[in-house]
């Protein structure tokens, strides 16, 4: 069976500071695809960045950017220039060839102003 | 446009009380998702609706019981809940593919939060 295990509960940045939210998967399947989601405390699940396995170069979106190590099965999220409302909760999410998302436990972030 | 929007945004019923849910979408989605979400846990999947058709229920107790009247919108009927029902409940949606499962990223909706007294 799939996991993904985010290692870190909680985390905090300082405002315009860059942080790493960690993720890690285990799988024997060969393409997959992986998500990072954040739900701020309006609750709404957000999309922030999509991973497909057979891509080598790491997918960006404006200031989130992704390190895709898939040899070693892991899946970091890079937040630069951090912005208040990037305080949220943040799943990675893993899917392969089905309708079932495997989710880790989440991230809380914190922004310090 | 991204959008998926659920009504209503809180609910409040007895464990008597008959209610429903609602979702709905206009991105020409093909697949729908009914998720349950605690506090500060990840969402479970409880249903999943492909091309109008229920194509997995994660073991779903009865009193939940969902409904696609079209490809544009997911309701999920409510009966007989118990307190340890309280959550917020989530849909989500996804292109979907003819034929079989894909694993298309998935658009939620801003869910309802349900509270069971």
């Known amino acids: 069976a799939q996991t993904v295990t985010q290692s870190q509960p909680e985390m905090s940045v300082q405002e315009a500071e860059t942080v790493t939210l960690s993720c890690t998967y285990d799988?024997?399947?060969?393409?997959?695809?992986l998500f990072w989601y954040k739900q701020p405390p309006s609750r709404q699940m957000i999309l922030v960045i999509r991973?497909?396995?057979?891509?080598?170069q790491n997918a960006t979106e404006n200031r989130f950017s992704v390190n895709f190590q898939k040899a070693a099965k892991s899946f970091s999220l890079k937040i630069s220039d951090s912005q208040l409302g990037d305080a949220a909760m943040y799943f990675c999410?893993?899917?392969?060839?089905?309708?079932?998302?495997?989710f880790g436990k989440g991230t809380k972030l914190s922004v310090i102003p | 446009d991204t959008e998926v929007t659920q009504t209503p945004k809180h609910l409040v019923m007895g464990m008597t009380n008959k209610k429903s849910l609602k979702c709905e979408q206009h991105?020409?989605?093909?697949?729908m998702y009914w998720y349950k979400q605690k506090a500060k846990k990840p969402p479970e999947l409880m249903f999943v609706y492909s091309y109008e058709k229920l194509s997995i229920n994660e073991s779903v107790p009865s009193r939940f019981s969902p409904e696609c009247p079209n490809s544009s919108l997911l309701n999920l009927h409510l009966h007989a809940l118990q307190p340890e029902d309280s959550a917020l409940y989530l849909c989500?949606?996804?292109?979907?593919?003819?034929?079989?499962?894909?694993?298309?990223?998935?658009?939620f909706g801003p869910g309802t939060r349900l509270t069971v007294l």
């Open positions: 991105m020409g989605h093909r697949a």
């Open positions: 991973q497909e396995a057979y891509k080598q």
């Open positions: 799988t024997s399947e060969s393409d997959y695809y």
């Open positions: 989500a949606s996804s292109q979907g593919v003819a034929g079989g499962p894909s694993t298309d990223t998935q658009y």
């Open positions: 999410a893993y899917g392969a060839g089905s309708y079932q998302l495997t």
